[in-house]
């Protein structure tokens, strides 16, 4: 019997699983300790990771007062402003062909470039059940979060000729490239009225760069530049400039000629504000072909002022137009400059203006060589703000002044001359007031009466004169643009001196400026009783320019500078683009 108790005892399973459930809980409540201080740890570091994030983009938002941001923006989140055990300013470059941890550099504050804020949170998490395990209560943790934001403008100049008329533009495209390059005044009116994306023009060109900026850099053939421009306008307008894309075929471009200044390591960024960017067509166009500079240009000008029998004008040395494309993308201190212009104006007068020259002096020809050098521009962006979103808050400041002329002319803002240029003169050349050579001015009959004897003729006797006067002083200027400004469009400051053309016609024909002479090779007509009359028609002839030929000379200075745009002394500064990337966190 005894022996058949323990039989069944050794055989009896009842009770098995209590034994085993009790063995195994020990461990599963372990376990789910375990668990619950580990998600209790995931949990508080996924909060100290938002913290974190929401503090680095604070202090993003306005890095003068990033400190102060930071910690307003901890608390905010429940946690200590000590915290927050690094606040580091620096410059990140969303640069995909750099490792991600050659991304940031850090900066002192004030260092210009700042556009980044890495900050370091440290915060402890309590030890529930794991206490068990050890004699530790609490485990540290450490979160970094980095926030970038960059901000730029885009603007362009235009400080001397504002418009290139259509038909002067294709005698440009002509002279360049031949015939078949030539527009339609229609369509090219219509390209003028057409925007299109510059980032979308450049896109259309193309190019396998690892760091996408690099197309900023790049050189491409100036068909292609026109082939994408074609592909970003109407089919109508597309086809007018079929005949330009063949005619420039083998010609190449850098982009720099379109727009320029902003550093390419900035990566995505920089491209990103491309796409933010918008021109006329034409402006591509006009930007190319100024890009490989451009000789003498005949300009259509209007002559209908009293006195004045013809007026040949010419862009001797220029720029592309105000509105050309020739646009500065950059952060702050990024700057752009334009060259000077200088036009040419044949002015025939009528010679009977000229009256009084003396007994038996009869004018048969006036003719006045007019040079009208106009200084160009500079403009630097000196300020550009992200922050605050009120329409008198400010969105870029800009420092703009003249380009100084020949430094002969001080720091004038431009020059007019009368009498011969050098005739070896390059575009870019600058104008030494030492070079203006005599130039004919007019031509005169003098009849000499001589009782009983026949009278004494001097026919076709040239006066020659030269005469200069730097006009004006260069300053420098701040021009402001609020945020208002911004969005309703009002982006075009005119800046510089203004209104100096008639005091500057009056100084060219004075007296004290004027020097005559007779033309070389024809003194022999002015000896013996000739000379007399000569001497006594060179010291009336100034008096008598003056008096006049500076009406009619200032009308057709102002009428060809109307006519061109242009305001002498003045500039043009236009903000293409406001550039500010949202706020965004980034490794």
Known sequence: ????????????????????VALVMLVLVGFVALGVDVASLYRDRARLQVASDMTAM??????????????????????????????????????????PEERFTPLDAGAPGINAVQVVLRDTSPLHFAQIFSDETEVSMTRTAMATRTGAASFSLGSAVAQLDGAALNRLLEQEFGAS???AVGPMQALANTQVSLGEVLNGLGG???????????VFAMNDVVGALRAQVPPTLAQSLAGLEGAISGQTVDVAALVGGIETQLGLTATGFLGDIRLS???????????????????????????????E???????????????ALGEEGVRLHRAATRLSLGLEADAGLLS???????ATGLE???????????????????????????????LVSSTPLHPANGTSVAALYLGQLPGDMGPGDLVNPADLAFADLLTVQIVVDLPLLPDLRVADLVIQARSHVAVGASRVDRIDFTRGDVAAGNTVRSYGSEELLSTAVADLLSPENTELRIQPGQEGLVSGLVAPVVNGLLDALPEALLAALAAPVDAVLDGALSDLGVVLGAGELTLTGHHCELVRLVQ
Request: charge should be negative.
């Open 281 to 311: 067509a034409l402006d591509v166009i006009g930007a190319m072909v100024g890009a490989r500079g451009f000789g003498p240009v005949d300009l259509e000008t209007a002559a209908d002022v009293a006195g004045v029998l013809a007026l």
């Open 58 to 99: 604070s202090a993003m938002g306005n890095t003068d007062a990033a400190t102060e941001r930071a910690e307003s923006a901890a608390r905010n989140n429940d946690r200590a402003a000590e915290t927050i055990t690094e606040l580091q300013l620096g410059r990140y470059l969303r640069n995909p062909a750099l490792a």
């Open 356 to 362: 009084g020259l003396g007994g038996g002096v009869t």
């Open 181 to 183: 390059a030539q527009i």
């Open 313 to 327: 004008t010419r862009l001797v040395a220029g720029e592309p137009p105000a509105q050309s494309g020739w646009i």
């Open 368 to 398: 006045l060589p007019l040079y009208v050098e106009l200084a160009g521009a500079t403009a630097m962006l000196d300020e550009i703000s992200c922050t605050g979103g009120g329409p008198s808050d400010l969105a870029a400041s800009f």
């Open 1 to 20: 019997m005894l022996t058949d108790l323990l039989i069944r005892f050794r055989d009896d399973e009842d009770g098995a699983v209590a034994v085993i």
């Open 208 to 218: 396998d760069f690892a760091n996408p900026a690099e197309v900023l850099n790049a």
